[in-house]
């Protein structure tokens, strides 16, 4: 296939979008461009007017807010980029509702944590409203909620975000637009990398030499992380340049414009996803390099008898991390059994769980279905 041909298969059929966009784009230098929120405004009108149902990811509280703040460039500290977003994010909001309001559609602001995604029920809740929001043809403008995230609820970036949104809303392609037009070969602008395998993480990030935009937080190695993720999970995810006239409309068009992260084979399924993306464990369980093993090469579920001991105390249902006997990170899964039940149950075999509990749930500690291995 040739690089137009895959576009137009990846990218011809789009029903459903996240579009992020990065701060350098919108408020470059801190002063939100009324510009660039109307021609962006103008395109999101157009595509919907094609039935596609869009979603935006928008960076630039931060931005915005930073000068009304009294500073002349982002603050260091993060209760002060807190409290510049504070001050940012409704002037954000009101630029997009301002732009937005000019062709007839109606913005909703919707603000996560990471700790939101985390939890499954909130999650699901949070998936519930979005489509309700999709389905009355209002457009949601997702930022993180930066005044109240701190180190370790924090996204970390909007790219970040942008992946889980799409996550959220089983959205069909992801498009990123930064102040980069793509993602370089050998950092060099001239040579946009066209396409981009899910498989070739390694490869891409060889050619990230990182320069990040003076009011952005991402840089392209996030950008490249964010779009590996989401191509893995089998959502097409293209990095182009916020600038570029008609941008949106033309990558869905099929030109070749950006660089495209070419999605996996097989699209995984919602709690894969989800426990691959937004779930974060609070504890962890350790097992032989046998069970290692098998969880890597075979995508085996977990059995009691390659468990070698638990860190941390969580309920039956807990998302919890799999650790080799090193301590690598080898999955995240959802278990069957308490913290107190599997140190119990540790080493033995299965057929000895229920003489040693005194119940049996299932024969496995955690199930094929709610792993995702890393
Ligand atoms: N949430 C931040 C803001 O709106 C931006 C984070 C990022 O640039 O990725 O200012």
């Given at each position: 296939m040739d690089d137009a041909a895959r576009r137009h298969h990846h990218l011809g059929g789009v029903k459903r979008l996240i579009v992020k966009i990065g701060s350098a784009v919108i408020a470059p230098d801190g002063v939100p461009s009324p510009m660039a929120f109307a021609a962006l405004a103008g395109q999101y009108a157009a595509i919907r007017r094609r039935g596609i149902a869009l979603a935006v990811v928008s960076s630039g509280a931060v931005a915005s807010g930073f000068r009304p703040l009294g500073f002349d460039r982002p603050p260091a500290t993060m209760a002060l980029k807190q409290a510049a977003a504070a001050v940012g994010q409704p002037l954000l909001m009101q630029s997009w509702s301002t732009a937005l309001g000019s062709h007839g559609v109606t913005a909703a602001q919707v603000l996560f944590t990471a700790e939101d995604l985390s939890d499954r029920a909130r999650y699901l809740n949070a998936r519930r409203t979005m489509a309700?929001?999709?389905?009355?043809?209002?457009?949601?403008?997702?930022?993180?909620?930066?005044?109240?995230?701190?180190?370790?609820?924090?996204?970390?970036?909007?790219?970040?975000?942008?992946?889980?949104?799409?996550?959220?809303?089983?959205?069909?392609?992801?498009?990123?637009?930064?102040?980069?037009?793509?993602?370089?070969?050998?950092?060099?602008?001239?040579?946009?990398?066209?396409?981009?395998?899910?498989?070739?993480?390694?490869?891409?990030?060889?050619?990230?030499?990182?320069?990040?935009?003076?009011?952005?937080?991402?840089?392209?190695?996030?950008?490249?992380?964010?779009?590996?993720?989401?191509?893995?999970?089998g959502i097409p995810t293209v990095v182009a340049g916020g600038h570029v006239p008609d941008v949106l409309t033309r990558v869905l068009a099929g030109e070749v414009l950006g660089t495209l992260f070419t999605p996996s084979k097989e699209r995984m399924a919602a709690r894969h996803r989800w426990l691959s993306g937004a779930a974060r464990p609070k504890a962890s369980i350790v097992v032989d390099a046998g069970a290692a093993r098998a969880l890597r090469e075979r995508h085996a579920s977990l059995l009691p008898s390659g468990v070698t001991s638990v860190e941390g105390v969580f309920d039956r249902g807990a998302v919890v991390m799999v650790r080799d006997p090193s301590g690598d990170a080898i999955a995240k899964g959802l278990t069957l059994y308490s913290s107190e039940e599997i140190s119990r149950i540790a080493g033995r075999r299965s057929d000895q769980i229920e003489s040693i509990l005194g119940c049996w749930l299932s024969e496995e500690v955690i199930h094929r279905d709610d792993l995702a291995v890393l």
């Open positions: 309700e929001l999709l389905d009355r043809g209002v457009l949601p403008i997702i930022n993180e909620n930066d005044t109240v995230s701190y180190e370790e609820i924090r996204f970390g970036d909007n790219d970040m975000l942008s992946a889980l949104a799409a996550d959220v809303l089983s959205a069909d392609a992801l498009i990123i637009l930064s102040k980069a037009t793509g993602l370089y070969a050998d950092g060099d602008s001239s040579r946009v990398i066209s396409t981009i395998a899910s498989d070739a993480e390694d490869m891409a990030a060889s050619h990230v030499r990182d320069e990040r935009s003076s009011v952005g937080t991402g840089g392209m190695a996030s950008k490249l992380a964010a779009s590996m993720m989401s191509a893995r999970w």
